[in-house]
């Protein structure tokens, strides 16, 4: 039975270590766990989008996964699609350059027994850069390929909040046209699970034939929720046939460390503001 393990919402920093040692100990519960791979399901870094040693630094850190790393790309690294929550961090070719050049790939498809797992860009949807089309162009192929195969769908955003068809647009999740036209796509492809992340929450809701889980945070504890769970964990999925079987597992030592009190309750918007403060890097 292939298993496979779901990090999300790392954000490490070679200068703001606060959830270094979250990071470590999920490292070590993947690394004793029997899985064939480990999705890093975006915002890997704190300041990625602009600054290369954030990335690098990320990088590095998951080269101490024994399993292959499959990463994909949030918000904190590459930037957002506009309008974005950070107007001054909105995804463009350089930002995409500087993720290639540590990860060399932003999508990805993977078999897992009978199951094919499809790793996507979800910063691109909406951004009308190139490498969105080109990255539907790609998608076509894979779901012409997988034929009815069951499929797998990771990304960093969810699709939506409670429906498909909701308005208005948020920077919580895809925005609607480009949601619109993501399940255009996946129309007739046998889609039975989409693991996001991006609200640092665990959630699942299943609409059709599709289950959508929300992965849970390595790094921090939900700021707000949304109907799910909001402390710190990573998730197991063991797929068999046409079917999977999903564990929210929460190690030992893990801390759902508070944002709001982490930034001083409003004296620093963002992380990348505060004071330097490096992780213990020997963890």
Same mark, same amino acid.
């Given at each position: ?20 040692? #979250? ?51 949030? #918000? ?15 995804? #463009? ?191």
């Amino acid at each position: 039975m292939p298993r496979i393990i779901v990090l999300s919402d790392l954000h490490l920093s070679p200068t703001h270590g606060f959830f270094w040692q #979250n990071w470590c100990i999920a490292r070590d519960f993947a690394n004793a766990a029997e899985v064939e791979a480990v999705i890093v399901n975006g915002d890997l870094t704190i300041n990625g989008a602009d600054n290369d040693a954030e990335v690098a630094f990320a990088a590095a850190a998951l080269k101490g996964l024994r399993a292959p790393a499959l990463a994909l790309p949030g #918000n904190h690294d590459v930037g957002d699609e506009p309008p974005g929550q950070d107007p001054e961090q909105i995804i #463009n070719v350089e930002r995409l350059a500087r993720w290639n050049r540590l990860f060399v790939i932003d999508r990805w498809v993977r078999e897992a027994g009978s199951w094919v797992l499809i790793g996507l860009n979800a910063q691109l949807f909406g951004s009308q850069l190139e490498r969105e089309h080109e990255q539907g162009r790609w998608l076509d192929d894979q779901l012409i390929a997988a034929q009815r195969r069951p499929l797998a769908l990771f990304l960093h955003k969810p699709l939506f909040i409670e429906q498909p068809g909701e308005e208005p647009a948020t920077t919580s999740c895809m925005g609607p046209a480009a949601r619109a036209a993501l399940l255009t796509r996946l129309a007739h492809a046998n889609v039975q699970l989409v693991v996001s992340g991006h609200l640092h929450e665990h959630r699942e809701r299943t609409l059709g034939r599709t289950r959508h889980v929300w992965a849970p945070a390595v790094g921090f504890a939900a700021p707000g929720l949304h109907g799910g769970d909001g402390t710190c964990g990573l998730l197991t999925i063991a797929f068999s046939g046409d079917a999977f079987e999903i564990a929210v597992e929460k190690p030992a030592g893990l801390v759902s460390h508070d944002l709001a009190g982490i930034k001083g309750h409003g004296r620093y918007k963002f992380l990348r503001d505060m004071p330097a403060s490096p992780p213990p890097v020997d963890g």
